[in-house]
């Protein structure tokens, strides 16, 4: 049952994560200012923009990922 469970939940994580990285900008957008880039207001706040929420929510849905990936596959469930 078990099992199950985090097999659905390893699925709904694998979706999320498809869509988190196709609604993110490509990183070649403001090359042409790479020097000056930490000192705009979008440089010191990019945490709390939607940029940066999405680049937390990839790395901590990648490492839901990987963990669930290890778990499914330790055949102890």
């Known amino acids: 049952m078990i099992r199950i469970i985090l097999s659905i939940i390893f699925v709904i994580i694998c979706v999320a994560l ?13 090359l042409g200012s790479i020097g ?3 000192d705009t207001y979008w440089g010191r706040n990019k945490g709390r923009s939607m940029e940066g929420k999405l680049e937390k929510f990839t790395k901590y ?7 669930l990936a290890l778990v499914l596959n330790l055949n102890i469930l």
């Open 18 to 30: 498809s869509a988190i990285v196709l609604l993110q900008e490509g990183k070649s957008q403001g």
């Open 36 to 38: 000056g880039m930490a």
């Open 61 to 67: 849905g990648a490492v839901l990922f990987f963990i």
